[in-house]
């Protein structure tokens, strides 16, 4: 192979075809190589390669930069490591290969190329669904992973890395016998009493977020409590984790508590699981050693952050673990076609490829479903290629039909509501330039009916009572509720940016009876979850909260205009029932902070502007208790300039650029499809009303 430096080449219009010799001594060439000439007189044959000179002015730039990176890999082979000598001569090759295509224009454009139909694998119960494996220009990637080397990253398109050679390749063959030199934890519970609680999770909650492959975690587990061997440092932030959210969801729960025959008074505290967990992440150096165990962890603890006051802590870990999810190659997990499950080497791929894809589902969720509290979001649709975990369970990972079962279904139904919400945010226009009034709420009623639209589609066993199967699967009744409760809350939250002005003005009546009926709904389920004694779920303290400030909006406009009457009395029964619900969760710092807000409201009803503004500053002062801050409320009187500004609900929402009020607007009459709230949930959730009564 010729490695002829650029500037040494003759620069022509055309490749030669006759050879060296032939042209040199001007004699007729056969233009074959070697030429009849040359073996019959046994002479050396070889054709001069020249840079064509359309080539020189199309890839001139780029052939001289990959000639100056071959000669400093080459001078990075003669002073590196043994390990990056064996690579490094791969990369070069791959280097000399581009220069030598690029060089005589032997490239072939892509209208020249003739179109392969290659072989596709048949088709899967949901492969209609799927979308095609994603192409990528091969230059493009090549000269990042190039780039790469030199910033010391890796592209790292190749996740669950089994089989890669970049940075975060992990081999089957070592991991059955790895052993972390992590530093030691304190776990806080025995290993006997963590079985319990790891088992109990597996069967009961992990359905709720869908981040483990149970058969894979719960050998890690044994193999901890058996050796105190793990498979990475950062596993055991992970495992503190779980543990975590196991323990919350046992003191709130009273069926939780009785199915595990545990003495919690003898256990720490969930927030001890919570830090521990966040000592093992920095102990592990979780920014710069990327592992899928320190998202898994973050994702996870979502399910106790919010509910044990560390919202903000929470937030910004997730930022970093989408970031690690992204360094990991999570966000392109491509589908292995064809993959063998008979295999330990194919099953333990299969395994960790679709633990990568429900970490990554869970995120979309947690990302998408925070976009009215950010009015933003980190995760784009159109910048991830990685497909939604199959509908499968655990013990066989076989793709099933959306009508069977397992232990993916609520996640893959939470997966199809969170994929509105990027539609919602960006079809109201950007913050700078916001569309006109008229255009959002057309779109928030389109939405509103696209929402119904999923909703209505999910499987019947999420929809309606099946004993048989509640029997069998011990969580499907509290997801089933669980669901109904997130669906009224995502109809709240697509008429969320509407919802002020819904108070004040009448053009937007749809969506005011539309919140006020779905808070109703929430509150009615969280009684009957709660009478029950059934699992916990965090979401349902931070819904219950939402929909007992909506119906205090409703009770506070009733009493400022002096149209109270029978209706509000019910509203507000509601809402001091939630208010004593909330307020029996004493380790639930997010209830105690909705207690708060709820006292604070009522403690002035009849003038709404001072409601809401006492109120924050009441949560404020009560935030900073909750912290371990001594409260300023008795010598200082909180200002209102201190306080984050909420709508001024006097006067009526104008975007700018937009001078008309709503009221001059004509009437919005919601799509027929639109209907009712109460209407709706009845027929879609009608058994969860019989059954609440």
């Not at 050396?44 to 990176?69: K, M, P, T, W, Y």
């Not at 992990?170 to 776990?187: E, G, K, L, M």
């Not at 055991?236 to 919690?264: E, H, Q």
């Not at 639930?588 to 708060?596: C, E, P, S």
């Amino acid at each position: 192979m010729s490695t002829v430096p650029t500037q040494s080449r003759r620069v022509s219009q055309r490749q030669p075809l006759a050879c060296r010799e032939c042209t040199k001594s001007k004699r007729k060439c056969s233009k074959i190589i070697p030429c009849t000439r040359c073996i019959r007189l046994r002479l050396s044959c070889s054709r001069e390669i020249v840079q064509l000179q359309r080539s020189a002015a199309r890839h001139g730039a780029e052939v001289n930069f990959l000639d100056s990176l071959v000669g400093d890999l080459n001078l990075l082979l003669e002073s590196t490591s043994t390990t990056a000598k064996l690579e490094l001569p791969q990369i070069i090759s791959k280097v000399r290969n581009r220069i030598l295509q690029l060089q005589p224009g032997l490239e072939t454009s892509l209208e020249q190329q003739p179109h392969v139909h290659e072989p596709r694998p048949p088709p899967g119960p949901n492969e209609a669904q799927r979308h095609a494996e994603p192409v990528e220009p091969a230059g493009s990637s090549l000269l990042t992973a190039i780039e790469h080397l030199a910033w010391g990253r890796d592209s790292a398109g190749c996740f669950p890395h089994l089989k890669c050679g970049c940075q975060y390749s992990r081999p089957v063959v070592s991991r059955a016998n790895s052993h972390s030199s992590q530093r030691s934890f304190d776990p806080g519970v025995d290993a006997f009493s963590a079985q319990k609680l790891i088992r109990f999770h597996l069967c009961h909650m992990a359905w709720h977020h869908d981040c483990i492959h149970a058969p894979t975690f719960l050998e890690q587990c044994e193999r901890f409590w058996r050796t105190g061997e793990t498979d990475h440092a950062l596993w055991m932030a992970l495992y503190f984790s779980v543990l975590g959210a196991t323990v919350f969801a046992m003191r709130i729960s009273s069926r939780a508590k009785a199915a595990v025959d545990i003495d919690l008074d003898m256990m720490p505290p969930a927030d001890h699981f919570l830090t521990a967990m966040l000592e093992a992440l920095y102990a592990g150096h979780f920014l710069e050693d990327m592992s899928i165990f320190s998202v898994q962890a973050i994702v996870i603890s979502t399910e106790i952050a919010h509910n044990l006051g560390r919202s903000q802590l929470n937030a910004t870990l997730f930022k970093a673990a989408v970031r690690i999810a992204e360094c990991l190659g999570v966000h392109r997990i491509r589908e292995a076609h064809g993959a063998s499950l008979n295999t330990e080497e194919g099953w333990i791929e299969t395994a960790q490829r679709e633990v990568g894809k429900r970490v990554w589902c869970q995120m979309v969720i947690q990302d998408h479903f925070a976009i009215p509290f950010t009015n933003t979001y980190s995760i784009s649709p159109l910048q991830y290629s990685t497909e939604p975990p199959l509908n499968a369970d655990d013990y066989d990972l076989t793709d099933m039909p959306d009508t069977v079962l397992t232990v993916s279904s609520y996640v893959r139904a939470l997966r199809k509501i969170a994929d509105l919400m990027p539609s919602l945010i960006d079809g109201l226009g950007t913050m700078g330039q916001p569309k006109p009034l008229r255009d959002q709420y057309a779109h928030i009623l389109l939405l509103d009916k696209r929402m119904r639209s999923v909703v209505k589609g999910f499987p019947r066993f999420l929809l309606q009572p099946d004993v048989e199967k509640e029997l069998e699967i011990p969580w499907l009744g509290i997801a089933r509720r669980s669901l109904a409760i997130t669906a009224a809350e995502k109809i709240i939250m697509i008429h969320r940016p509407f919802l002020f002005l819904s108070f004040h003005s009448s053009s937007y009546q749809h969506t005011r009876r539309t919140c006020v009926a779905a808070a109703l709904t929430i509150l009615r389920e969280h009684e009957t979850i709660i009478n029950e004694g059934d699992f916990f779920v965090w979401t349902h303290s931070a819904f219950c909260i939402t929909a007992a400030i909506i119906l205090c909006f409703e009770v506070s406009v009733a009493s400022n205009n002096s149209t109270g009457g029978p209706e509000t009395d019910k509203f507000r029964v509601a809402i001091l029932a939630a208010r004593n619900r909330l307020a029996d969760q004493k380790s639930d710092i997010l209830a105690q902070r909705g207690v708060a807000l709820i006292d604070a409201i009522f403690a002035s009803e009849g003038n709404l502007d001072l409601d809401f503004y006492r109120a924050v500053a009441d949560v404020l002062r009560f935030g900073q208790t909750t912290h371990g801050e001594p409260s300023s409320s008795s010598t200082t009187t909180t200002s209102t300039a201190t306080i984050p500004l909420l709508p001024d609900l006097s006067e009526p929402y104008r975007s700018p650029g937009n001078t008309a009020t709503p009221d001059s607007q004509s009437t919005f009459d919601p799509h027929p499809d639109n209907m009712d709230f109460e209407t709706w949930f009845n027929h879609i959730f009608y058994h969860l009303n019989s059954s609440a009564g």
